[in-house]
């Protein structure tokens, strides 16, 4: 496809996105059980650094509020230990339901066989591939947009960028199956569109801070001006991304041009706001993902099937954000805390 169709694929669906959120439209569930009462989660967060992870607690927090449930929020710190001992940590608190959230189910699979053998459902965010009803290792709803659509999003927004001159660096972490396959997506559709994959970085999450910087000079050095696109599968690589940037005398407007096929942290849209060394991110509703896991915890308790929801994710631009307004988080403008509420009579 040309990149003039591209840029014109997305603005319709952009397009027709506005419309949707301005009509209003819930396209969720509407039925369910009422809400339990008094019961108690724990959300075991994989690093509370990350933005999308923060959002997501934020939205459980918001939805267990409305039912009256109290919420722990155990932070993994980025960290596989972290995590491990934060999922027994959370055994120990003998809640009624558990949330996983922004870490792979693989990496913790001995721990959440004791979570299962145990009785207590889990709730993921991002836990594998695997989205919807009855995901790997005992989890029974794996909240997330579709991760494949997300990463060709952010793919066909290079190649609509830079058109045949593409040359991207790709950023994963192969500590998650999820961010393997979404790295690989983002490959496979700038190569099949023509582009060029410059490099495929495998490098923490956890360790941008400290990464980021020296990468980014190393590739800077490597590659010069045929290095246009940056990609990655989190926003959290481009918070540490722009002062080697700068250092190197390259300005927001200049340079590699980022773009993230995930997430859609604050951070994140307030440097797409401001030019400051990111260009878009293919966002996720991450408050009302957070409504979702709430909803999905409160089935899994009282023996209903999960609803099977799967949410939309937005292109956010800078043309979109200057619409937007003065917020820096993508938070859909449809009745989704009054539809969740009517579910459990609230």
Not at 134 to 148: E, K, L, R
């Amino acid at each position: 496809m040309h990149s003039r169709s591209i840029v014109a694929a997305l603005l319709i669906g952009a397009a027709m996105a506005s419309a949707s959120q301005a009509e209003g439209v819930w396209d969720g569930p509407t039925t369910g059980p009422g809400g339990a009462e008094g019961k108690s989660i724990v959300v075991l967060a994989a690093d509370l650094k990350n933005g999308g992870v923060l959002g997501v607690t934020t939205g459980v927090e918001e939805a267990a509020r409305v039912l009256g449930w109290q919420v722990r929020v155990l932070d993994g710190a980025g960290s596989i230990q972290g995590r491990t001992a934060a999922i027994g940590q959370a055994l120990a608190l003998r809640p009624d339901g558990i949330v996983i959230n922004g870490f792979d189910a693989v990496e913790q699979q001995a721990a959440l066989e004791g979570v299962a053998s145990a009785g207590v459902p889990m709730v993921a965010w991002h836990s594998g591939p695997k989205i919807g009803c009855d995901a790997p290792g005992g989890i029974f709803a794996n909240v997330s947009t579709d991760a494949m659509a997300v990463s060709e999003v952010a793919a066909q927004w290079a190649m609509a960028d830079g058109g045949d001159e593409v040359g991207a660096v790709i950023f994963t972490d192969s500590t998650y199956q999820i961010a393997i396959d979404k790295a690989d997506r983002i490959r496979e559709t700038i190569e099949a569109m023509g582009g060029a994959v410059l490099e495929y970085v495998d490098t923490p999450i956890a360790d941008t801070s400290t990464r980021m910087g020296p990468l980014t000079t190393s590739l800077l050095q490597k590659y010069g001006d045929r290095w246009t696109h940056a990609l990655a599968i989190n926003d959290l690589y481009f918070d540490f991304m722009g002062p080697a940037l700068a250092a190197a005398g390259i300005g927001g407007a200049d340079g590699p041009q980022a773009g993230s096929a995930g997430d859609g942290s604050e951070a994140a849209f307030q440097r797409i706001r401001t030019g400051g060394y990111q260009t878009i991110t293919v966002a996720e509703p991450l408050n009302l993902q957070g409504w979702q896991i709430v909803d999905e915890l409160n089935r899994a308790i009282q023996g209903q099937p999960c609803s099977g929801y799967v949410t939309s994710p937005a292109l956010v631009t800078r043309e979109g954000l200057e619409k937007m307004g003065a917020g820096n988080r993508f938070d859909p403008d449809i009745p989704y805390r009054e539809a969740y509420a009517a579910i459990w009579g609230r």
